[in-house]
């Protein structure tokens, strides 16, 4: 089982979720996230008064999947997030050793 956690823009989540439903990735948890990378934020004006923006609004997406499933999942993640502008985020990839369903103690890609 694999663990993929993307970072993506908020206003992209739909597409993301639907995307992941078309391949048959049922269940994935949704976080409201702040921070920057290489952009480092950007400077507004308001009310006259300039100010830094450090972190930017980002959405946390995590799923775990059978490890069949990897490649599919990593590329529409890719596809239905990018924008091709700078901040459209990151995909991290990590190994799951064990998921047990906690109501009927299911184990292993049963419990996903």
């Known amino acids: 089982m694999k663990k993929i956690e993307a970072?993506?823009?908020?206003?992209?989540?739909?597409?993301?979720?639907?995307?992941?439903?078309?391949?048959?990735?049922?269940?994935?948890?949704?976080?409201?996230?702040?921070?920057f990378g290489r952009q480092k934020g950007h400077t507004e004006l308001y009310r006259g008064a300039e100010?830094?923006?450090?972190?930017?609004?980002?959405?946390k997406i995590e799923i775990i999947i059978e490890d069949n499933l990897l490649d599919q999942a990593i590329e529409c993640i890719e596809e239905a997030a990018k924008t091709g502008r700078i901040g459209?985020?990151?995909?991290?990839?990590?190994?799951?050793q064990q998921a047990i369903r906690i109501r009927t103690g299911e184990k292993g890609n049963d419990a996903i």
Do not use: H, M
């Open 7 to 35: 970072i993506i823009k908020p206003f992209k989540l739909d597409e993301v979720k639907n995307s992941l439903a078309n391949i048959g990735i049922q269940g994935l948890t949704v976080y409201e996230a702040k921070g």
């Open 51 to 59: 100010y830094v923006v450090d972190f930017l609004p980002k959405v």
């Open 88 to 96: 459209d985020g990151k995909i991290f990839v990590s190994e799951i």
